[in-house]
DNA sequence: CGTTCATTTGAGCCGACTCAAAATGGGTGG
DNA sequence: CCACCCATTTTGAGTCGGCTCAAATGAACG
């Protein structure tokens, strides 16, 4: 009795409605001509295989990228050699924002499955931000809406134990697939437990036993990557309040 | 034979020059009027009591704060009442940024010493961001170099002992007091014990007795908040690489 | 069907936490 | 100026959670 296979996060694609550029692309109150004259220079629909690049640390950073399909990790290396994972990208989600800070792309992004995304270049984006309130607004709600989920994330790292920490990243990523209309109880992990330990300041073997003492307390079914969460407020409990 | 003790952080007062708001102030290749207008706008020279709130969870992000001496904490309550303490300001430093995520503040500021710091009201800045694009960068600049501190500090947390966090923090902290122009390897530190082990992830008897056994070991002097770098280059390493 | 990688599980150890008490410092009022 | 009080900081002893090292199991792919 455990989880069956389901269709991989790369099967969905989020519609422009429900991608974090909507409010970009619909352009708060524009007319439509302007509208059309944001789709044009915004290049949709690049594809990437598992594993490539999406972006590259030190990279210069000359467009916005948004997801439209698959996931991606946020990475980068530190000085020592150890992998630490910033997050996890949705389809709908923006990568490398932190690259505003030095017109320079200060991390890594790689996906985790086959992906597709849409790129807008900065020489167009800025141009528009000059004649588009809505979308200047929208950069940076888009912003501070990351640093304010950095901060969040850093602050439980400080307070929880191994086993809040894993129920709130299932919590969380549960929470985000709900919002973009995909299963949100039944779904397949796009990383590695590896990945998932160096989000959370753990060791993947510290991961595993977290699951498997979800598993057998009955609060999901676990298969290799595959997840059902059976009891979702206990998840969400432990993970935000424990 | 200990650290004597030295000027608080808030007896310094930094130019504009060195102000977070610089380029915005000067506003980069503005003509000698716009600066003008700018500064108009710009509510300078408040000032606030030792534990007075700088910015309230909660409340309307109705104008961008920068501090202009003294310092500060930022910090929220989690939902068990566990205090996070999400950085410490100083001179020159915008505060709640991560209110443009949601028109809201989502964390405390509170003073740790006497404070003065500039105002400008969001309407006069949404304006201004219209008809100069040196303040537009300036500001996605700023929100992105945050993003990627904040990402970094999260990254530090999850692979290092308490030691490594403790000379992280201290070097963190010499490395801004410098930049600014003031002492940095012999300062005094406003924020508490409670308030490094907060951020830091750790106990507040941990983080004093990884300063006593820096002490210990004579890379620094440490005498109540009194704090003295003996080996700065000791300190970066632990810090950064192990 | 075999190879390879990812994941699970076990055993033992160490560092950071908890609880507790002493010491230090800053500030106040006499 | 001094004595006192309070909060902050330091130090100690013991416990426990997560890490390390190691081996077995399971899944995915050609």
Known sequence: MTAKSVPAIAAACVSCRQCALHSICLAGHLPLEEARALELSLERGRALPAGAALVRCGALMDALIVVRSGSAKSHSVTLEGLEQVHGFVLPGEPVGLEGFGAG???CDVTALEPLEYCRMPMRGLEALIERLPGLRRELLRLLGQALDESQRLRGQLG????????????????????????????????????????????????????????????????????????????????????
């Open 104 to 106: 320079v792309y200060t």
């Open 159 to 242: 307070v929880s134990d191994a086993r809040s920490r894993v129920a709130c990243f299932l919590a969380d990523l549960s929470q985000r697939l709900a919002r973009r209309g995909l299963p949100s109880t039944e779904f397949r992990l796009s990383m590695s437990r590896r990945d998932i330990a160096h989000h959370l300041g753990l060791t993947l073997e510290t991961v595993s036993r977290s699951l498997s003492a979800f598993k057998r307390e009955g609060w999901l079914q676990v298969r290799a990557r595959n997840v059902k969460v059976l009891r979702p407020q206990v998840l969400a409990a432990l993970g935000s309040s424990i």
